[in-house]
């Protein structure tokens, strides 16, 4: 299953805090919890789920900060799409923890 | 109009060269040319056009290392989006160079 | 204190995988970690800690797939710099749950 | 020869124009022209040169925000890094074009 990585950076906010907006994006991101897994890390969201229903969700995460009426927003979005076997969030960070203990 | 900055990175492809992908990628974006504009950077290939299209686009052009048997694709997007007036490419560059004439 | 979001992409890898070149870099993490604090997801690395720190383990970590026999290396790095208080990965997480809880 | 493509983005402009501070560090560029070759996009800055040279850059455009009184910054680099054979800006869209024409 491919992972996404995404920031949303509204640009024209007056102060430097973003905060609002990323609560606002977990709440959209909440209402399309049955078709993507996600996770909130310091830097970003990673969505996990099938390429059509995380391109739709990417789609309205990038809508949010317009929507509070920023005029102005630069998206940043990593996709890991790997076919040759099935890959969770979980998976990866076990396959790296395995290669670390082995050694 | 959105501008859509786009690298995709072939993993597994066993040398370092990935310019026929890149090639690849640049044939699809010509069968897209009556909806998108595009530019090839030495590092990046942009986009421009309406949001649905681009999204659109940028699904067709991540398919393209595993139409060629690449199992694994790292897909990097950088989105600009303004709204408060009509940006181009060309604009863009146009309003820096002003910037730097006027000083 | 600013904090580094960043993936190291191996070129030319044979195979799909790239979990043994994560956990060599978690290694060189680990002898940094006096002066930079770092954590694992599934998509990237986070390292906080003070920009000159920061930017002399980003090129030690950029070595590590060179020093494995890799010939190619795409380094993707986000920095996130805040100056007006302390910002801290811990931090910036419960700003945003804050305000989740708020609403 | 590495390239680097980089954006700089300032948080809490106030407005939704970016070009001042792209103009700015247009000019750091200029400065350390001797050490790196430069292009301006309509999405990015490409630099390319040695490694320290790069990395000594990068650390001074990333301050070109702050400079002027902006109190966080974004800044997202790409670091494309080939070791097998001597890259440069110019070689790398030829191969891409060649290829395009060969079939």
Excluded at 38 to 47: E, F, V
Excluded at 50 to 68: A, G, M, N, R, T
Excluded at 79 to 96: E, F, G, N, P, Y
């Amino acid at each position: 299953m491919p992972i996404v990585d995404i920031t949303i950076i509204p640009i024209g906010t007056e102060t430097p805090s973003v905060s609002s907006y990323v609560a606002e994006i977990q709440k959209v991101l909440q209402q399309n919890k049955d078709k993507v897994n996600y996770q909130l890390t310091p830097m970003s969201t990673l969505i996990e789920g099938e390429l059509p229903d995380l391109f739709h969700v990417i789609q309205q995460l990038h809508e949010v900060p317009f929507s509070k009426g920023i005029m102005r927003v630069a998206t940043n979005i990593r996709i890991d799409d790997r076919r040759d076997k099935k890959s969770t969030m979980a998976k990866k960070l076990q396959a790296v923890e395995q290669k670390m203990t082995l050694e």
